[in-house]
């Protein structure tokens, strides 16, 4: 396990570029810090100061996304980089914080607290004499909470809100919809993070459920996180990391603690507590090079973790 503290306030949101050995680190303190593993040796590259509190980053080579809290009387932002030229655009359009970012086909997908899911396009020429940006398409409503996070899975993107429901939307040739192609209820109260594997859908909330959906929104398990107390410890964000046989899933919890499970009958793998790592409650998880994985928390430090494969 390595550990950096070079942010001043919590790591909210991580994004890893495998093909370039290097990955970004988002945070309330307003900057994405760009880090380096070449060599096998991970290290600081450079700083990209936004000044507005960062909620969530997304990245395409070349472009970075950074998805901004809303500041008093202003709109959400969304910023863009092409990291290559330097060139950077501000995009408006939602009235709230921007909490989830992903990518899917021709379209950028942004979704917060205004409950709607903007979708954006790629332009080579978006303006007569400017250069080429993104540029406003059309709204996909049909939460009624702030959306919390999304993932793709082929053509289809995943949407999930606070208030526990999922939307699945159709954005391929063949199942392109302004309306959700398949609609549930979780039952998790504050849903905070969902995670794809294949046709498997996993969502986690502050209640301490992480459940399991098959492709036609069918429950297939519910897992409950406890404390050592043995009290339910509610999830702030999961994911799942390569292994020899169907992966660990990796929870971060309320109680300070990262919890590991094997796959997919959730057996116990390990628990990562305070005097391994982190400090204080971990906000987002990025799978990294070979059998690791980061984590940014609300302490201001990244950790990256390798474990032994099972």
Not at 36 to 52: D, I, L, P, R
Not at 126 to 144: Q, R, T, W, Y
Not at 278 to 298: L, Q
Request: net charge negative.
């Amino acid at each position: 396990m390595l550990r950096d503290a070079g942010h001043e306030n919590t790591v909210s949101c991580l994004a890893v570029d495998h093909e370039r050995s290097c990955f970004y680190s988002g945070s309330t303190d307003g900057t994405v810090r760009v880090w380096s593993w070449e060599g096998g040796v991970f290290q600081f590259k450079h700083v990209v100061v936004v000044g507005t509190p960062i909620e969530c980053i997304f990245l395409l080579h070349p472009w970075l996304f950074a998805g901004l809290a809303a500041q008093p009387g202003a709109p959400g932002l969304l910023r863009v980089w092409q990291v290559e030229s330097g060139f950077e655009q501000s995009l408006q359009g939602h009235m709230g914080t921007i909490y989830c970012l992903q990518q899917g086909g021709a379209y950028l997908f942004s979704g917060g607290e205004d409950c709607g899911i903007k979708v954006w396009n790629y332009s080579e020429a978006p303006a007569e004499g400017s250069p080429p940006g993104f540029v406003p398409g059309f709204e996909l409503k049909g939460h009624v909470a702030c959306i919390q996070d999304m993932k793709v899975a082929g053509e289809t993107l995943i949407s999930a809100d606070r208030g526990g429901t999922v939307a699945v939307w159709g954005f391929g040739e063949s199942n392109a919809s302004a309306s959700p192609l398949l609609h549930f209820q979780t039952q998790i109260a504050n849903l905070m993070s969902i995670w794809v594997d294949e046709s498997i859908l996993f969502t986690a909330g502050l209640d301490g459920h992480v459940k399991v959906w098959d492709s036609t929104g069918q429950m297939l398990y519910d897992h409950v996180c406890l404390t050592q107390q043995q009290q339910q410890s509610g999830v702030t964000a999961i994911a799942v990391v390569p292994d020899k046989g169907d992966g660990v899933m990796v929870s971060a919890c309320q109680d300070k603690a990262i919890k590991l499970w094997t796959m997919p009958t959730f057996a116990k793998r390990g628990i990562l507590g305070q005097r391994a790592g982190h400090t204080d409650v971990v906000r987002c998880i990025a799978r990294g090079p070979g059998n690791s994985f980061f984590t940014g928390s609300m302490d201001k430090s990244i950790c990256v973790w390798e474990f032994p494969m099972a």
